[in-house]
Nanobody
Framework: QVQLVESGGGLVQAGGSLRLSCVAS????????MGWFRRAPGKEREFVAA????????DYADSAKGRFTISRDNAKNTVYLQMNSLKPEDTAVYYC???????????????????WGQGTQVTVSS
């Protein structure tokens, strides 16, 4: 069982930055691919970014490319999402997710993930 706890959300003006963190329980963090998803008001939850277990491969949704960076510190069992140039349309609850995998690939679909955090609210004002 893996427990995920997100932090770092908040209120920021358009153009600002936030860094989200997600700490995972357990001893074999490198065996898990990690992802960030978000759910905006009235919308379905959507993929934002993913990183494989060793941190050597990352992928992003088109909306995140060039502005967001996913990274991980396996010594701290933590995955990060650095968000720059934030826009009002980035307002959402952001979720961290984990999938048990040693394949090295990234995962993009909700059903592929085994564990989820409770989410952290990000609000971007115009």
């Amino acid at each position: 069982q893996v427990q995920l706890v997100e932090s770092g959300g908040g209120l920021v003006q358009a153009g600002g930055s936030l860094r989200l963190s997600c700490v995972a329980s357990g001893r074999t963090f490198t065996n898990y691919g990690m992802g960030w998803f978000r759910r905006a008001p009235g919308k379905e939850r959507e993929f934002v970014a993913a990183i494989n277990g060793r941190g050597g491969s990352t992928d992003y949704a088109d909306s995140a490319k060039g502005r967001f960076t996913i990274s991980r510190d396996n010594a701290k069992n933590t995955v990060y999402l650095q968000m720059n140039s934030l826009k009002p349309e980035d307002t959402a609850v952001y979720y961290c997710a984990a999938v048990r995998s040693i394949s090295g690939r990234n995962y993009y679909r909700e059903y592929e993930y085994d564990y989820w955090g409770q989410g952290t609210q990000v609000t971007v004002s115009s």
